[in-house]
């Protein structure tokens, strides 16, 4: 049985003894660590986006960090009994904007559900909600204002997904993109599938013949940032074919990864199956 002195024992040895001060001082530095630090942010309306900028695109995300540049993208929408909630006049003394545009026939909202730091990385998450339309056309944004705090990057992260992350950094201090030389005439097969609830990939030049199994699993990747670095790797315009891993069969590959890796593709420019053939250059 414990008795009152035991517990005030107990509870001396907790505060006194230096090496569970450690102990504890170490547990929550690495708790603290481990949390992405919340960040206080605006959001704002009434602006236009501007019909010069980046019209053609049907997305658009940007990082805004001077009144110059903040007025090549948006203008100032007025309305009778005008409510809107725009940016100070000083607001890029001490803040920046980060922005997203959506465009076509449909009207998209927007909901920030958080702003936070992690690794000298600004994440923005949000959801949406889009009304399509059968004859309007919209160029919808969102326009969210934080605290310029020296950030290296700008993570844009939309119903669940990344959409963007731009880099921040001056030109002289990124690292090289990697030269985006590799080509074959047959394509590229990329094979994803989910094993003991790991995702692996594996992409592989395109043959006339089927893999076999064990060379697809030879040398698969984990990480979807890891294949998209090789997916960087290839030229604009290369044809890639995303299956799942055949094991005698062709099954499809899983949701969500095939559809976030589908996405990255086009994003950098890759064809796959159903996309058009590009436009030659003329000479």
């Known amino acids: 049985m414990v008795t009152s002195g035991d517990r005030r024992n107990i509870a001396m040895f907790r ?43 049907p997305t658009s995300f940007v990082v805004l960090k001077d009144q110059k540049a903040f007025d090549e993208v948006f203008g100032v929408a007025f309305v009778m009994r005008d409510n809107a909630h725009r940016l100070p006049a000083d607001a890029f ?17 927007y909901k920030v559900e958080g702003v936070e730091a992690r690794d000298g990385t600004l994440i923005l998450r949000y959801s949406t909600t889009v009304t399509p339309s059968e004859t309007a056309t919209f160029a919808c944004p969102l326009i969210v204002s934080v605290d310029k705090a020296g950030y290296a990057a700008v993570q844009v992260v939309e119903d ?32 994803i599938w989910q094993q003991n609830g790991t995702t692996f990939y594996k992409l592989m030049e ?45 099954p499809p590959p899983p949701q969500p990864a095939a559809a976030e890796i589908t996405d990255y593709c086009r994003k950098i420019g890759l064809r796959l199956p159903g996309d058009p053939e590009p436009v030659p250059a003329r000479r």
Request: aromatic share 6%.
């Open 160 to 191: 669940g997904k990344e959409a963007t992350k731009i880099d921040l950094r001056p030109a002289t201090t990124r690292p090289a993109a990697p030269p985006r030389i590799k080509s074959n005439m047959k394509g590229w097969e990329l094979y």
């Open 93 to 109: 003394k001490a803040r920046m904007v980060v922005a997203a545009i959506h465009r076509g026939k449909a009207l998209w909202k």
């Open 15 to 57: 505060v006194s003894n230096p090496t569970m001060k450690m102990l504890f001082a170490m547990i929550i530095l690495a708790l603290a660590a481990a949390d992405p630090a919340r960040i206080a942010f605006d959001i704002h309306d009434g602006y236009f986006v501007s019909n010069k900028f980046e019209p053609d695109e």
């Open 206 to 250: 395109g043959t006339n013949r089927l893999k076999r199994d064990d060379e697809i699993a030879q040398g698969a990747v984990k990480s979807a940032d890891e294949i998209k670095r090789q997916l960087d790797e290839l030229k604009r315009g290369e044809f890639v074919t995303i299956s799942g891993r055949r094991d005698g069969a062709a």
